[in-house]
């Protein structure tokens, strides 16, 4: 595994964790650890969606397909 996949798959279960919390109990981790209107928290969230969309090509690859 590359360091860029194993670095998006982080990022993606850090957002993935941070929805689940939101969507569970209503409470915004990336948010309360930051901030919700901090620079730094905007970076993260920019991150995250950056790794989710690096991660669509993931599909097309032969070694994970199965």
């Not at 964790?17 to 620079?39: E, Q």
């Given at each position: ?31 309360s ?27 097309g ?6």
């Amino acid at each position: 595994m590359k360091v860029l996949d194993a670095i998006a798959l982080i990022l993606i279960v850090i957002g993935a964790l941070n929805w689940g919390l939101i969507g569970f109990f209503n409470y915004n981790l990336i948010g309360s650890l930051f901030g919700i209107t901090s620079m730094f928290s905007r970076i993260i969230y920019g991150l995250v969606g950056l790794a989710g969309i690096y991660a669509i090509s993931f599909l097309g690859r032969e070694e994970y397909r199965n």
